[in-house]
Nanobody
Framework: QVQLVESGGGLVQAGGSLRLSCAAS??????????MGWFRQAPGKEREFVAA?????YYADSVKGRFTISRDNAKNTVYLQMNSLKPQDTAVYYC?????????????????WGQGTQVTVSS
């Protein structure tokens, strides 16, 4: 069982940066054994994959080169550093944990979800 709590969202101007954090409390399985992902959902749109990390990383094309996912297993935390933000990055960002061994960009593969944090980028 994993509980996830996101933080770090807010309002930023286009071109600015934000760093999201996701703190995990895991029982029965080490945090390092989970694939961790970030997803986002904008108003009126479907949830979409942003980035994921296990021993390697995987990014959506729309954020590649601008966003960086990382993790600190000692702190049970995963981060999403977002640079050069654009208005189209505005969404609720969700952290998710997957017990599987292979990184997936499908939200259906993820077993646990946080409550989300709002990111708003103004033009």
């Amino acid at each position: 069982q994993v509980q996830l709590v996101e933080s770090g969202g807010g309002l930023v101007q286009a071109g600015g940066s934000l760093r999201l954090s996701c703190a995990a409390s895991a029982s029965g399985r080490a945090f390092s054994m989970y694939t961790m992902g970030w997803f986002r959902q904008a108003p009126g749109k479907e949830r979409e994959f942003v980035a994921a990390i296990r021993w390697n990383t995987y990014y959506a094309d729309s954020v590649k080169g601008r966003f960086t996912i990382s993790r600190d297993n000692a702190k049970n935390t995963v981060y999403l550093q977002m640079n050069s933000l654009k208005p189209q990055d505005t969404a609720v960002y969700y952290c998710a944990a997957d017990e599987g061994l292979v990184i997936s960009k499908s939200g259906n593969e993820y077993d646990y979800w946080g409550q989300g944090t709002q990111v708003t980028v103004s033009s």
